[in-house]
């Protein structure tokens, strides 16, 4: 029971009370390493372990503690992160089998923040190779499966954070977001997440890194995990900005209609307008589209494709002598390769996808124009998205909608594309589960500096719709 109750704490409770001496930081971390041994078979979410490591900073911590000393607001605090950030003495493979025996020298940025304040590293999460893919699943580490449902989708890149969080398996993580990477895994498991603005929180030590300076702007850093008040909290330890004080009275929501022919659930539709009846007895409330909405989805596969994705085949294929597409080929025929056909499909598709000079020009136009416009249009605003169509699919369809040649991915990207392109810091909460017992969650964005109204409107929705509930199907 002691244990259940420990890994039903978000990282803000831990830290309490740790600090006032109820926890020790042994048994917090003890806890967690002997919950993720009994779940972490049925779901693949941790692929790489420093459990031993762990207890001893543990025991460290404690030691420290009974001399009346703290190590930082984090003192003794179990994480988890992301395969694709780099910690000392640890792989970042990227999913890539001929990156297995790379150690990692020195820390991510992100890392050295959060160690600095006295989090204790469990061990790194899934992710799809190389990060290119909403769904999680590599040739090295093999797929994650949502907890909720094993034979559906964790989603991606930020899966294994999402699945490992959904049961438990630490008290918050670390993530990444270029086309709803933190959002979709946060939606599809049911946990809480927050995409950052553009150029909020460094991404030195994150493999792969965006290629060029317009992918940079959709890149952002990010936490997941059991609370809004955690996001906020481990949000300001990784980024060194403060958050100004804002009130809700001095903003306008807006929420995406569901009418609007884009593929939405039935259930989604309904907690949509329950939102609204919610907030319209308080504040300015419409249901209205933002501007740029409908030209979003192409201008991100517009940014992700310049280039054609040379720099991830240079790295996947570094090893291999034939090219991508007799590659890909191969692995359908033989399944003997070491690069996922997810991979390599995508990367053609980015080939296929790739904007001519003048779309490039077009794109960065838009860009200038709408940068302008939406400094001064989401000033005082709150948009309230879905976060995908629908909740967790079966293996593999996230993939076929997002990467398909019909280019669906029009339909099912605007909702996340909109806070990736236009470099908005946007919060994601589960709301409720729909008809099959799967989560749903929605995401609120505003401007970069109106960070506190995402957080304040987040608690209120959390406690409303009761926000993160554990996945307690393998207890």
Same mark, same amino acid.
């Given at each position: ?236 330890? =990784?980024?060194?900005?403060?958050? @100004?004080? $804002?009130?809700? *009275?001095?903003?306008? /929501?807006?929420?995406?209609? &569901? ?64 090219? =991508?597409?007799?590659?890909?080929? @191969?692995? $359908?025929?033989? *399944?003997?390769?070491? /690069?996922?056909?997810?991979? &390599? ?131």
């Amino acid at each position: 029971m002691i244990s259940n109750s420990i890994i039903d704490m978000d990282a803000t409770e831990i830290a309490e009370k740790i600090k006032q001496g109820e926890l020790t930081s042994v048994d917090t971390v003890k806890a967690y390493i002997n919950h993720i041994k009994k779940v972490n078979p049925h779901i693949n979410a941790l692929v790489e372990e420093r459990f031993s490591d762990a207890l001893n900073e543990a025991d460290e911590l404690d030691r420290v503690s009974l001399n009346g000393k703290n190590a930082g607001p984090l003192h003794g605090v179990p994480i988890s992160v992301k395969e694709s950030f780099h910690v000392t003495n640890m792989k970042t493979t990227a999913g890539l089998v001929h990156r297995q025996d790379l150690i990692s020298r020195d820390d991510a940025a992100v890392i050295s923040r959060l160690k600095a304040k006295g989090a204790i590293i469990l061990g790194k999460t899934n992710t799809p190779t190389l990060c290119f893919n909403q769904e999680t699943e590599n040739k090295l580490y093999g797929r994650t499966n949502n907890p909720w449902d094993v034979t559906k989708t964790a989603g991606g890149s930020s899966g294994g954070e999402g699945a490992l969080l959904a049961v438990g398996g630490s008290a918050v993580g670390i993530a990444s977001d270029i086309g709803g990477s933190i959002r979709i895994p946060a939606h599809f498991n049911g946990v809480v997440g927050f995409k950052p603005g553009m150029n909020q929180v460094s991404a030195e030590g994150h493999f792969p890194l965006p290629s060029n300076p317009i992918q940079e702007r959709m890149f952002a850093v990010g936490p997941m995990g059991k609370s809004v008040r955690d996001m906020r909290w481990i949000y300001q330890i =990784i980024s060194d900005k403060p958050i @100004r004080t $804002k009130y809700l *009275q001095s903003f306008k /929501i807006e929420i995406l209609p &569901s009418n609007m022919g884009y593929p939405l659930s039935d259930t989604t539709k309904e907690i949509l307008n329950e939102i609204e009846y919610l907030l319209e007895k308080s504040v300015s409330t419409k249901r209205t589209v933002p501007p740029f909405f409908d030209d979003t989805a192409q201008i991100w596969q517009d940014i992700i494709s310049m280039g054609g994705s040379e720099l991830l085949e240079q790295e996947a294929y570094s090893n291999d002598r034939s090219n =991508i597409f007799k590659a890909f080929l @191969r692995e $359908k025929l033989t *399944q003997r390769t070491t /690069i996922h056909p997810n991979l &390599s499909r995508a990367i053609i598709a980015s080939k296929m996808f790739k904007p001519s000079a003048k779309r490039i020009r077009e794109v960065k136009e838009i860009l200038q124009q709408g940068d302008i416009r939406l400094t001064d249009y989401m000033h005082n605003r709150i948009l309230i998205f879905p976060i995908y169509h629908s909740s967790a699919l079966k293996h593999g369809k996230v993939y076929q909608e997002i990467f398909s040649l019909r280019k669906t991915f029009l339909d099912v990207m605007p909702y996340v594309a909109y806070a990736n392109v236009w470099g908005l810091p946007a919060l994601s909460i589960p709301v409720g589960i729909d008809e099959n017992n799967m989560p749903i969650s929605i995401q609120l964005m505003s401007a970069i500096g109106n960070e506190d109204i995402l957080f304040r409107l987040g608690r209120i929705l959390e406690k409303k719709f009761k926000g993160y509930s554990r996945c307690k199907d393998f207890d």
